[in-house]
């Protein structure tokens, strides 16, 4: 069957009752926690994850998918209402979004923001709709050795744009690779930095470090910095979204999407970077350049667009290759595995229910969220209110009971602690936190596929070297590692 063939048997997976309530479960949930600052679709997946165990595969993922869409949408109300953003590819709208809102025009802000990112959540999903069994279909020429070149590139990567410096970076990503070799070595059965605790034999469970990055540490750090000044949103008010308004949004929505779903699915893509180059492409493209920093409406359209475009991105490569290109992606791709799924080529031969029914949810998903944002935006103010110690607490102890009621074991429940206490340096001291998680799935991958390499060729490592991926894809590692420094010291003699 051919994509659209494929898509069709999505939808009436999609339709059928129960996945239409959990999409819109999800889609609500997503809404409230991107409403919410510091709270983001991350940390929401992974709490979930121990809860949604015993639901069916298909309808947990419509889920995941409803809450993925639901926080870039969600984000936007907060990021103009009270210049907060709830998560970080919000960032770049309250630039501009906050200043309308001061200026008495919150009502067309947050309707360029919501019809912006339903526009560009259609397109970039009509685009992983054809583009990503292609995807799929190429990923079957890839050997092992092309496999770890990927992989290293998702390292450099990752390590190299996500945080304030390489060297943190680097470091995050260690301790995600240490944390993976923890555990019985799967080739040759000798345990490995399990300290003679026989909870470690199986390796340190993916759900444990997740929630304790996300909803330990994260939580931590948030209610650290917890000011109850900045929360007085503002009123939506003003002329609705006019002609005018239209005119100036239509083509940063269009610009925002073309930015944001490639970046998407790179390595370390994520939603900031196609938010801030949407952002400095519409401030140069504006008829009125002038406005930027006062309150251009081009300002939210354009980036809130490549927001809602790179979410679909990302699940390009997770879903095609199995490889995950941000910290929400790599939640998605835990949860896949705590199913016992592989992401990847054979995912759309042996779970097409699950992969057609997911992609179908996002349209699904994405015509629910303009109804549910653009007239019940009062509604989602409202969660504002809410008294963040209450909701921090609540989020702790919803995450104890969690990874207690999935493991039911003592030695978990104290990595959680401890690497919910590392999560909370690490964010003090600005390291970043994806490179952990990046490291921790990826390592094994990375490792099983470098010895099947090698043992195929005697354990010459000139075998990494003989496809011409594997060599186009190491350079390309080589130079997100080198290429910045050269820019800094051509820049510094010249």
């Not at 309530?21 to 991350?42: D, R």
């Not at 067309?108 to 259609?122: K, N, R, Y």
């Not at 583009?131 to 020429?141: K, R």
């Not at 492409?281 to 008829?287: D, F, T, V």
Request: proline share 6%.
């Amino acid at each position: 069957m051919d994509s659209f063939q494929q898509l069709i048997y999505g939808f009436g997976v999609a339709l059928q009752p129960m996945n239409l309530l959990w999409a819109l479960v999800g889609s609500v949930l997503g809404t409230a926690i991107g409403v919410l600052p510091g709270i983001g679709p991350a940390l929401t997946i992974a709490l979930l994850l121990p809860v949604t165990i015993s639901i069916a595969p298909t309808a947990a993922f419509i889920m995941f998918a409803g809450v993925l869409y639901g926080a870039m949408y969600g984000g936007s109300t907060t990021s103009i209402l009270i210049n907060t953003p709830g998560e970080a590819g919000s960032m770049m709208t309250a630039l501009e979004g906050n200043k309308m809102a001061r200026d008495g025009r919150g009502a067309p802000a947050l309707a360029t923001a919501a019809i912006g990112s339903f526009v560009a959540g259609t397109i970039a999903t009509i685009a992983l709709t054809f583009v990503a069994p292609s995807v799929a279909e190429l990923a079957f020429i890839l050997r092992p050795a092309d496999y770890f070149a990927l992989t290293v590139l998702s390292f450099c990567s990752v390590a190299v744009v996500m945080g304030a410096s390489r060297v943190r970076g680097f470091i995050s990503l260690f301790i995600g690779l240490a944390l993976g070799t923890v555990g019985i070595d799967q080739m040759t059965g000798q345990p490995r930095l399990t300290f003679g605790v026989a909870d470690l034999l199986d390796g340190v469970e993916l759900t444990v470090v997740l929630v304790a990055l996300f909803a330990v540490g994260e939580i931590l750090f948030v209610a650290s910095r917890y000011d109850r000044s900045q929360e007085k949103p503002l009123k939506v008010g003003g002329r609705w979204f006019t002609r005018e308004d239209f005119c100036r949004s239509w083509k940063p929505w269009l610009r925002g999407t073309v930015i944001g779903f490639p970046i998407g699915t790179l390595p370390a893509g994520g939603s900031e970077i196609p938010t801030m180059l949407s952002y400095t492409l519409e401030r140069k493209l504006a008829k009125k350049p002038e406005e930027f920093g006062h309150g251009a409406i081009e300002g939210v359209a354009g980036p809130e667009a490549a927001n809602n475009a790179a979410a679909a991105g990302i699940l390009v490569p997770l879903l095609t290759l199995g490889l995950p290109t941000s910290a929400t992606a790599a939640i998605l791709l835990a949860a896949f595995q705590n199913y016992g799924l592989q992401p990847g080529p054979n995912l759309f031969n042996s779970n097409p229910e699950l992969v057609w029914g997911l992609i179908a949810s996002l349209y699904i998903g994405n015509a629910m969220l303009l109804v549910l944002n653009l007239p019940l935006v009062g509604i989602w103010v409202k969660l504002l209110s809410i008294p963040k110690p209450q909701l921090y607490a609540g989020i702790l102890i919803f995450a104890l009971i969690g990874i207690w009621g999935v493991s039911g074991s003592v030695v978990d429940l104290m990595l959680m602690v401890a690497i919910g206490l590392m999560g909370y340096v690490m964010r003090v001291y600005d390291f970043p936190i994806a490179p952990v998680l990046i490291g921790l799935i990826l390592g094994q991958m990375a490792e099983n596929q470098l010895r099947v390499a090698l043992a195929s060729r005697q354990g010459s490592p000139w075998v990494l070297l003989e496809t011409p991926t594997s060599v186009v894809l190491l350079l390309i590692a080589a130079g997100t590692f080198l290429v910045p420094m050269l820019l800094r010291r051509l820049r510094a003699a010249a």
